[in-house]
């Protein structure tokens, strides 16, 4: 069965501080893992798309890498404009119809 | 562009009533989809699209019932409402996928809070 997990569940960090955050994953094949970013009370939103192991992408403070079991989406130097939870989806090839999420990292980043 | 709009953004329900969510959306998406986001339990997929006459279940599709007319709208109805379904409701639309289904960059609306009493 498809599984997305997520790690920690809640983080906190000073302004500044770099730190990662993990989604580890079951799928028998995988067609891509997504990251999104949602901030309360709000819809979530697209960050990336991964495809295969190896591939990293990046954007502002911060980058998504990918291996063949998880997914981290590493903060650098954050801000308190980056403070949202951040949730992790995979597809799998045969259900192309369907996003699986995990319950995703609430991350609180202060001044 | 609105991109995905809904409507209601609160609404109480007693248990037994009925209603329908409204979904819409402006980017000429093929796939749309209903989620409930639950605390510790992350976005479960109630029933999607992949084009105007066609939907079909997700994870968690009873009690739930869907058409799609148009490519724009896509409303979901409670057809006896239960306090089990109180949540939060979000439509999300994409382009479809090169092997169909929808290409995993889901736009989202803004959410429905739906309280059953």
């Known amino acids: 069965e498809d599984q997305v997990t997520q790690s920690p569940e809640a983080l906190r960090l000073q302004e500044g501080e770099s730190s990662s955050l993990n989604c580890s994953y079951t799928v028998s094949g995988l067609r891509g893992l997504f990251w999104y970013r949602q901030d309360p009370g709000k819809g979530p939103e697209f960050l990336f798309t991964l495809y295969s192991a190896g591939e990293e992408k990046e954007k502002e403070r911060l980058k998504a890498t990918l291996t063949k079991k998880e997914s981290f989406l590493h903060i650098t130097a954050p801000k308190p404009e980056d403070s949202a939870t951040y949730l992790c989806?995979?597809?799998?090839?045969?259900?192309?119809?369907?996003?699986?999420f995990g319950t995703g990292t609430r991350l609180q980043v202060f001044p | 562009n609105a991109g995905v709009t809904q409507t209601p953004k609160f609404q109480v329900l007693k248990t037994g009533q009925s209603m329908t969510l409204q979904c819409a959306q402006d980017?000429?998406?093929?796939?749309m989809s209903w989620y409930r986001q639950d605390p510790g339990m992350g976005l479960r997929l109630i029933h999607y699209s992949v084009g105007a006459g066609i939907t079909d279940q997700g994870e968690v599709p009873n009690g739930y019932n869907v058409s799609r007319s148009t490519t724009e709208d896509f409303p979901l109805r409670l057809l006896s409402a239960a306090p089990s379904q109180t949540s939060v409701y979000f439509c999300a639309s994409s382009f479809s996928g090169t092997s169909g289904g929808n290409t995993g960059e889901l736009f989202f609306g803004e959410g429905s809070r739906l309280t059953v009493l």
């Open positions: 980017m000429n998406h093929e796939y």
């Open positions: 989806a995979v597809q799998d090839r045969g259900r192309a119809d369907k996003l699986i």
